[in-house]
């Protein structure tokens, strides 16, 4: 148990002496290192390497709680921040509207994909990245795919049925020869 807070605490004075306080935005800047996405990211623990969003580390710490399922979005919009006063649970949908208004996603003003499909709600699905997908497309992928691999589709289909029949067959023989005896 001592152990447990030692590395907590440590981790809790790491992190804390990687922030820097922004007077004028209220942000809490990320001054430790940048993951691709432009969030902060901070190793809770140094020897698993376990590494946290630092927001999100930032989130717990402060005694808040993480929610299956919904994201913890920024209400500065400004990834590196990890003040908690600037963050917000919602779902996936909302931080994409968020996203929306704030015009942060280009890709979000276009209505049509680039196959000239439009986005409407019946042909739009929302990728787990966040990125629309033209549903249109996506069923096209999916019927080629099909279209390419059903030989081997069918193929493992008549080998299960194939072994299924030849089980049947020893199972009827079986239960004669019981029936005889
Ligand atoms: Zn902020
Ligand atoms: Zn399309």
């Known amino acids: 148990m001592e152990n447990t807070n030692k590395w907590e605490v440590e981790a809790k004075q790491r992190f804390l ?9 209220g942000c ?11 969030y ?3 190793s809770a623990k140094r020897s ?3 590494g946290w969003r630092a927001h999100r580390f930032s989130w717990i710490l402060h005694g808040r709680e993480l929610i299956d399922g919904l994201d913890l979005c920024h209400t500065c919009d400004n990834r590196l921040c990890v003040n908690p006063e600037h963050l917000w649970l919602g779902t996936r949908q909302e ?4 996203c929306l208004k704030k015009n942060r996603n280009p890709n979000w003003n276009k209505t049509h994909c680039k196959h000239g499909h439009e986005y409407t709600k019946e042909n739009t699905m929302i990728r787990y990245d966040g990125f629309r997908e033209c549903k249109t497309c996506s069923d096209g992928h999916k019927k080629r795919w099909y279209e390419r ?4 589709l069918n193929a493992e289909h008549n080998k299960l049925s194939r072994k ?3 089980i049947k067959r020893k199972m009827d023989a ?5 029936s005889i005896r």
């Open 17 to 25: 002496s990687r922030i820097y306080k922004d007077e004028e935005t």
């Open 28 to 38: 809490w800047n990320w001054t430790g290192s940048k993951l691709k996405t432009g």
């Open 40 to 42: 902060g990211h901070f």
């Open 48 to 50: 698993t390497g376990k």
């Open 95 to 98: 931080n994409l509207l968020d």
């Open 149 to 152: 691999n059903k030989h081997i």
């Open 164 to 166: 299924n029949k030849r």
């Open 174 to 178: 079986a239960a004669l020869a019981n």
